[in-house]
């Protein structure tokens, strides 16, 4: 088992760009989550998936972050004109119950917004 | 304030001693995980709990639900363990899980 696999684990993009990051959950895995990490803010929950469908997207900031699970081996986080403050580390998780079952998570994309 | 505090936030413990993290709820927690992060980066699952205790070779855990607390006791300390220490309490009230702030560990040779 490959585990959760993020991609890129590095990306750095200039203020405004667009910036795309992927998650591959563990294979049989139904729930997809999405978590920010910054030393300030720690780990803040973004939003959650469950066979696909968004369920919990409470953590997401309104503008410009948006969250798919287009089918059941991989999800997208998208910032649209991304500013330095959306600088952090990304990380995907999986789990194979669901909202309070025991997590995977991957190995992390780390944003870089100058 | 926050629903689930870890103590200490940070601990320096000499090689081969011994060491308890220590997470507070304030939720009604049915279940708990303990990860550690690594310098790279990358969480690693410790521990996923109902109340009761679990051990793993140094590390052992316990999670006591009605005192809405649980510990991660750390016996030997090698330098591999140093990283930041994650516990995380389900919220069966928003259906999610619920992470602290974490406890960063350094272990000195």
């Known amino acids: 088992n490959a585990g959760v696999i993020q991609t890129p684990r590095h990306k750095v993009t200039g203020k405004g760009q667009e910036a795309t990051l992927w998650c591959e959950p563990i294979?049989?895995?139904?729930?997809v989550f999405w978590y920010r990490q910054t030393i300030v803010q720690g780990l803040e929950f973004l939003t959650y998936?469950?066979?696909?469908?968004?369920?919990?997207d409470s953590g997401m900031p309104k503008e410009r972050f948006s969250a798919q699970m287009p089918n059941q081996s991989h999800s997208t986080l998208k910032i649209q004109s991304t500013q330095p403050q959306d600088s952090a580390v990304y990380l995907c998780?999986?789990?194979?119950?669901?909202?309070?079952?025991?997590?995977?998570f991957g190995e992390g994309s780390k944003l870089t917004v100058l | 304030g926050d629903k689930v505090k870890q103590s200490p936030s940070a601990l320096s413990l000499q090689e081969g001693t011994n060491s308890a993290l220590r997470c507070n709820f304030s939720?009604?927690?049915?279940?708990v995980q303990w990860f550690l992060q690594n310098p790279r980066g990358s969480l690693m699952n410790l521990f996923y709990?109902?109340?009761g205790t679990k051990e793993n070779g140094r590390l052992k855990s316990a999670f006591d639900s009605k005192e809405s607390y649980s510990t991660l006791h750390i016996r030997d300390a090698q330098l591999e363990d140093s990283g930041t220490y994650f516990c995380?309490?389900?919220?069966?009230?928003?259906?999610?899980?619920?992470f602290g702030k974490g406890t960063h560990l350094h272990v000195l040779p």
């Open positions: 998780a999986s789990s194979f119950t669901g909202g309070t079952g025991q997590l995977y």
């Open positions: 294979s049989g895995h139904s729930a």
């Open positions: 998936f469950r066979n696909q469908a968004p369920i919990d």
């Open positions: 939720i009604a927690a049915t279940t």
């Open positions: 709990l109902v109340p």
């Open positions: 995380a309490a389900d919220d069966t009230n928003a259906y999610k899980v619920i």
